[in-house]
């Protein structure tokens, strides 16, 4: 029967090349003794390769030419060790993203493993880095759990906050700008369809109303949606003075644009993630001027100055202004932990849970495995995005409503 | 509020419309599943955002430049990629699938090195962002121009092809790729030109999308898919069916959104084209294959 | 024939062995080698015979994470499988009734067009009913475990393949697959057996995103609904010749590997080599494609 030669030969084919490959790409790559090696996997490439692309890579890459350009890394026995990248394009997808930490934990045996983009990306890769025993800094992902994930993977630590803490800082600024008479309680909401937008929306509706106010229009839109027409017409008319989308790039540009053809101008205008982005101000010019957003910086603080001209000039692109400067401070977390402690992982981990660290955020201590002296709320005021809350905090800008009307 | 969602529907419809004219003419006529379509609609708006930020070009002239490049280069595809494969499904390949390989790794290409030049990054850049008032509702100049745009190219693309001689040659070919020898067709050159003219429907759509919808070096998928949809609700090959079926899925969208939910815009898009192919297998006016 | 059942087995039970053998990381391998094997080969196993090319693939890929993902809390895990099989055959069999009678490359589009419209409603049904987008798995299951469990369900569906081509129903197929209108002369209930087909292969892709998903710890729908594994699972059967037995995974090892080798070594220009290395196959290689086309007509729209 030469179906059944056919299927031993294609059989035996298929082993030897599975054998073959596998140990190919299973080869050890060799790890030079005077470097440190620090790995990570990020989307390059496929629909999470905009937002790595803006917020995580620059930021890799500027931060180890600064630790490059200063001798390398320092130990605590003052020797200085150049940092060796090893990165992997994760295609925006879990799968291969996983695979990946496995590939840079045993293959390559790497010092350390810097987080990629997002929150399912994070959460995803967190078991293997636990179970691997590398520190997990991460920053692009905001979670309400994390309190919970810190319980779970002792050695992941949380840099961006929840949902929560952002649409109550939110809820806080329109609630008293309610009560001084400034805006009327009315509240027009619309959110992205997907685990961020859900999130914050699910966390602002009792938050708003603790507040006082009211959600006229509250309506979610599937991710993908280009024209947003109709929903901008809607809360046009809904008569609600404030409108908040919960939102993410390219969406986020989209509503900025043709709210402003619409002609629709709230008192408040608080849109979602994009509104930081350099790209922003190139596509609104000076009608960013009183937006609202997630984040912020403190405008009058040098060291984010010099970071943003740092960043600018080695990435050709000015950082975000919500989540880069925190992936910026993490890294500088970890870099300070490292001259503290040495590489040993468990004693890095240690120190980044218990230790104080000087950033470009300032002095910086982690509570619970979160960073949470963060900026909740900002707004574009003079050119930069000011964060406005907490309004307790120093370097705060007070907000100001309502917004500038359109400039056409 | 009906005029409202009437006006919206039928100017995001032109968009859809628009984007989608040039694959019926590739697909078609040439018989090219062309799925670097979309691809082909980036690069023009990356190519107007470069010549309007460097040059500081007015978009609408850089259709003009973009346009007949597009069809250049497209003509060139053709010659390299498709002919020899056109070649090969005579000796008995068989094109559609060769095609979808081919211009699968071309989408790939084109991503890779759009990432390697322009970055990940959103680009944009506004012009032509005023207000219009269309029956008492206000919309974007730039949307109305794409509307307007796809309106002109689509009934009159339709009308080129139903009443002249070149027409009456691309639906030889279209439908007779056998025939059309027989009475002295060069069907290689009419599909080649087919399919570079495709091109540069694809390309002025992407200068004209460019200027109201922010766009980064991975979005030509999506532009792809809605393009395939489009031109197959309407049927292959016919321009008319693709206006409409364009404008349909606008209005769809336009209406979920100001009667029944945002959130279901897009099931609400999928599921009329999948009830309306159920409906009519060939789409809206596509002729029966069998 | 025993003899090769006995080969068969014995290739099973070795690969059981891998994990013994491989650290994490080729363990991953592996695992994404089968789980693609397992979705080419349910592939093909509906779209050999019949040439229907179908997109989707993710549809049941992504409902069996999502039932996972739902259930995961509440029900033992032998049961949320039994439940996720029975998901995607309810669900392929509603969607085949009404879409079997399409042909070629409208097929091709709306199963593209369902697969996003099971996210959106997903999507939907999540943000207003259930109220949370996003869920989380959190399984005891290590890398070895699951990649056991797709090892029996790889067996199973190479069972499932060999059987079919060695039955009634397999002869039926490739009657259709020649033409239909001869088949239905025969007296071939043609309905009725692509449907057969079709529910078998959704069902089978169905469980391979739900062994897959507690790898992902996190789930949402932008997660599991990736197209990319649609076109995957299609250009890696049609390398391979969907219409063999052996042909998927003929063309899932190597492509696999390809995909896995650029974008370790080359990740700042993996789309570009990938798109090179395509087109160079189809054009030097059209052996893969060309066996594949002598008898995988796209229907009626390639005449």
């Not at chain 1, 979602?272 to 790209?279: I, L």
């Not at chain 2, 053709?78 to 070649?87: E, G, I």
Request: glycine content about 10%.
């Amino acid at each position: 029967m030469t179906d059944r030669r056919r299927v031993l030969r294609t059989t035996a084919f298929a082993v030897a090349a599975l054998t073959a490959a596998t140990s190919l790409f299973t080869g050890q790559s060799i790890a030079s003794a005077d470097t440190v090696r620090i790995g990570y996997a990020v989307s390059k490439t496929g629909p999470n390769s905009a937002g790595t692309g803006i917020t995580t890579i620059p930021n890799y890459v500027l931060w180890v030419k600064d630790v490059n350009e200063a001798g390398g890394l320092k130990l605590p026995d003052g020797s200085r060790r150049m940092i060796e990248v090893i990165e992997y394009d994760d295609r925006s997808s879990s799968e291969e993203a996983v695979r990946a930490v496995e590939r840079l934990a045993v293959q390559d045996k790497v010092d350390f493993i810097l987080p990629p983009w997002g929150t399912g990306f994070n959460l995803a890769i967190a078991p293997l880095m636990d179970k691997f025993g590398y520190p997990q800094l991460a920053v692009t992902a905001v979670t309400d759990m994390a309190p919970k994930f810190v319980q779970r993977w002792k050695k992941s630590f949380w840099f961006l906050g929840g949902g929560s803490d952002y649409s109550k800082a939110l809820a806080e600024i329109l609630g008293s700008a309610h009560k001084s008479g400034q805006i009327n309680n009315k509240v027009a909401v619309v959110s992205v369809a997907d685990g961020f937008g859900i999130d914050l929306i699910k966390s602002a509706r009792p938050a708003f109303k603790e507040a006082g106010l009211e959600l006229v229009f509250d309506k979610t839109y599937p991710l993908g949606t280009k024209d947003f027409n109709s929903l901008l017409t809607e809360a046009k008319t809904s008569g609600a003075d404030t409108f908040v989308a919960f939102s993410y790039p390219p969406g986020t540009f989209g509503m900025a644009k043709q709210s402003k053809v619409l002609g629709f101008n709230p008192k408040v205008m608080y849109l979602g993630v994009g509104v930081g982005f350099p790209v922003f101000t190139k596509i609104m010019g000076p009608d960013v001027a009183g937006v609202m957003s997630l984040g912020g910086v403190d405008p009058n603080s040098q060291d984010f100055k010099d970071y943003a001209a740092r960043h600018t000039a080695a990435t050709t692109n000015s950082p975000d202004f919500w989540a880069s400067s925190v992936t910026y401070a993490s890294l500088q977390t970890l870099q300070q932990a490292i001259e503290r402690v040495g590489l040993d992982r468990d004693a890095v981990a240690k120190e980044i849970s218990t230790g104080e660290f000087d950033t470009i955020l300032g002095k910086i201590k982690l509570e619970d495995n979160q960073l949470r002296k963060l900026w909740w709320t900002g707004q574009w005021q003079d050119g930069s995005f000011a964060a406005v809350s907490p309004n307790s905090r120093d370097g705060a800008s007070s907000v100001v409503i309502p917004k500038p009307e359109w400039s056409q | 509020m009906l005029t409202t969602s009437l006006v919206i529907g039928l100017v995001l419809g032109g968009t859809y419309a628009l984007a989608a004219l040039g694959l019926t003419m590739q697909y078609g006529v040439s018989r090219i599943m062309n799925l670097a379509y979309g691809e082909f609609v980036i690069v023009a708006a990356f190519a107007t955002f470069v010549l309007v930020s460097t040059l500081g070009l007015d978009p609408l002239l850089s259709l003009l430049l973009v346009g007949p490049a597009a069809f250049v280069i497209s003509y060139a595809v053709y010659s390299v990629l498709m002919a020899p494969l056109v070649k090969r499904s005579r000796k008995g390949g068989n094109l559609e699938i060769d095609s979808i390989l081919v211009t699968f790794g071309l989408l790939f290409l084109i991503q890779g090195i759009l990432l390697v030049i322009f970055g990940a990054d959103f680009q944009s850049y506004s012009y032509l962002n005023v207000a219009v008032d269309l029956f008492g509702v206000t919309i974007a100049a730039n949307q109305v121009l794409a509307f307007g745009l796809a309106t002109v190219l689509g009934i009159g693309l339709f009308l080129l092809i139903r009443f002249t001689r070149w027409g009456l040659i691309l639906r030889a070919v279209a439908h007779r790729p056998d025939n059309a020898p027989l009475v002295a067709i060069n069907v290689d050159r009419v599909a080649q030109l087919a399919f570079a003219f495709g091109g540069m429907l694809a390309a002025q759509a992407g200068v004209v999308i460019s200027m109201f919808q922010t766009f980064t070096a991975t979005a030509g998928v999506v532009f792809t898919m809605k393009a395939l949809i489009v031109v197959i609700m309407g049927g292959v090959g016919n321009f008319l069916g693709a206006l409409i079926a364009g404008l349909i899925l606008g209005l769809v969208e336009a209406f979920v959104s100001a009667y029944l939910d945002p959130g279901l815009t897009l099931a609400s898009t999928y599921l009329i084209f999948l009830v309306l192919l159920l409906w009519r297998p060939q789409g809206l006016f596509g002729k029966s294959v069998s | 024939m025993s003899k090769k059942f006995g080969l068969f087995g014995g290739l099973l039970g070795l690969l059981a062995f891998a994990p013994l053998v491989f650290e994490d990381y080729g363990l991953g391998l592996m695992i994404g080698i089968v789980s693609y094997a397992i979705l080419a080969q349910a592939w093909s196993l509906f779209s050999g015979p019949t040439r229907y090319i179908s997109l989707a693939t993710v549809a049941f890929y992504g409902v069996g994470a999502y039932v996972v993902a739902v259930l995961n809390e509440d029900l033992a895990y032998p049961l949320i499988l039994l439940i996720a099989v029975g998901t995607g055959l309810v669900m392929s069999l509603a969607v085949g009734i009404a879409t079997l009678r399409l042909a070629g490359v409208y097929f091709v589009i709306f199963s593209f067009g369902l697969a996003e419209l099971v996210r959106q409603l997903i999507t939907w049904y999540e943000v207003n009913v259930s109220g949370t987008l996003g869920r989380y798995i959190f399984l005891p299951f290590e890398a070895r475990h699951i990649y056991w469990m797709l090892l029996v369900l790889a067996g199973v569906t190479f069972a499932i393949a060999w059987w079919i081509r060695n039955s009634r129903t397999g002869m039926a197929l490739r009657v259709i697959g020649e033409d239909e209108d001869v088949a239905s002369h025969v007296g071939i209930n043609i309905t009725r057996t692509k449907l057969l087909l079709f529910a078998i292969s959704a069902s089978l892709m169905t469980l391979v995103g739900a062994i897959q998903a507690p790898r992902w710890v996190y789930i949402e729908p932008s997660i599991v609904f990736n197209p990319t594994v649609s076109f995957l699972t299609v250009i890696m059967a049609l390398l391979g010749g969907p219409h063999r037995l052996l042909g998927p995974i003929c063309g899932v090892i190597p492509l696999f590997l390809l995909f896995e080798w650029l974008s370790a070594n080359f990740p700042n220009h993996y789309s570009i080599l990938l798109g090179g290395v395509f087109i160079l196959i189809v054009f030097l290689l059209p052996k893969g494609v060309l066996e594949f086309v002598d008898r995988f007509r796209l229907g009626g729209a390639a005449k």
